[in-house]
């Protein structure tokens, strides 16, 4: 059974930075896809972004290009989302998904494991 498990959360302040880490546990020698989504309160869970097995391929939300950036060390099993230039809009749980493929998609339904969330506040 794979589980993925978020850190790295927390509040911070317009233009600050954070680094979420998911840690994933149970795979198998297959290769998989990794992505972030967040849910703020009220609204859909929509794609952050995500990556391919490999990491060399990468596809972001329009809003967080420029700003975040997703990577992995497979050797540890670990998939990162750098996030600079932190805008209040940016405030929601994100989610670590993990999907059995070598290629990423952008459907949250394409996943089929998912992390418990971090949440990220960001206010002054």
């Known amino acids: 059974q794979v589980q993925l498990a978020e850190s790295g959360g927390g509040l911070v302040q317009p233009g600050g930075s954070l680094r979420l880490s998911c840690a994933a546990s149970?795979?198998?020698?297959?290769?998989?896809?990794m992505a972030w989504f967040r849910q703020a309160p009220g609204k859909e869970r929509e794609f952050v972004a995500a990556?391919?097995?490999?990491?060399?391929?990468?596809g972001y939300l329009d809003s967080v290009k420029g700003r975040f950036t997703i990577s992995r060390d497979n050797a540890n099993n670990t998939v990162y989302l750098q996030m600079n230039n932190l805008k209040p809009e940016d405030t929601a749980v994100y989610y670590c998904?993990?999907?059995?493929?070598?290629?990423?998609?952008?459907?949250?339904?394409?996943?089929?494991?998912w992390g418990q969330g971090t949440q990220v506040t960001v206010s002054s």
């Open positions: 149970g795979l198998t020698s297959s290769t998989y896809a």
């Open positions: 990556i391919n097995w490999s990491g060399d391929d990468t």
């Open positions: 998904a993990s999907r059995k493929s070598y290629s990423y998609y952008y459907l949250a339904f394409e996943y089929d494991y």
